[in-house]
């Protein structure tokens, strides 16, 4: 049901600035770097193995990141798994009264389907699936 | 430098409780726990893609992992990366005067060599790297 990590995703206060440490010093190969309207952030995408490092970084006071850096700081936000049938890995949740934020999956703009499973649930930790498009 | 993500570990109240989620609900494997005497800590290992999930639970008080319990409750504790030279990996990472926890690799018992990054140095991540013995 779970194929791998697709990532671990990281809220920092500057992308430039987490830079020093992600690339510069650790050695990790920054990807791309794109804009997320919907959630707010900018998003650095560092790939490593099989899966990446996303840092996220706030671009208003409003939303779930920018509300998580004020109140805890920079660290791991949450953790995602990619899976093979999202639809069928929700109902499984479901049926073991797992908490869900979202119960049905959201399309991404990229044909992607994710959703968030509650911290609650899940030993305090922020889980997300993905179900990647199929090429 | 860096080969992949070793594992994510996640910080819980009780193993046995934690697998209604990690094992029955979210469908992954668990491979084996083990008793880490030094760290004291209960280990379970859920293989995922090439990495692993690590569930740690404290068997005494007044371990790191104990305190990081008490204080912040469960959740992601710490990211570990996997290098191909951890003696490099440290001297890089000290030339960009990145702090470090241990300066000098700690060999574990299993021949696995292991340092951890501070966590000020990285946005809030505790970062731990393993270099393997090789075989």
Known sequence: MIKKVNHIAIVVADLEESMRF???ALGLELAH???VESQAVDVAFLPVGDSKIELLKPTDNESGVA????????GMHHLCFEVEDIVAALARLK???VQLINEVPVMGSDGRKFAFIHPKSANGVLVELYELKSV
Do not use: M, Q, S
């Open 22 to 24: 992600w690339v510069d």
């Open 33 to 35: 770097t794109e804009h």
């Open 67 to 74: 509300r998580y850096l004020e109140k805890r700081g920079p």
């Open 95 to 97: 049926a073991a009264n």
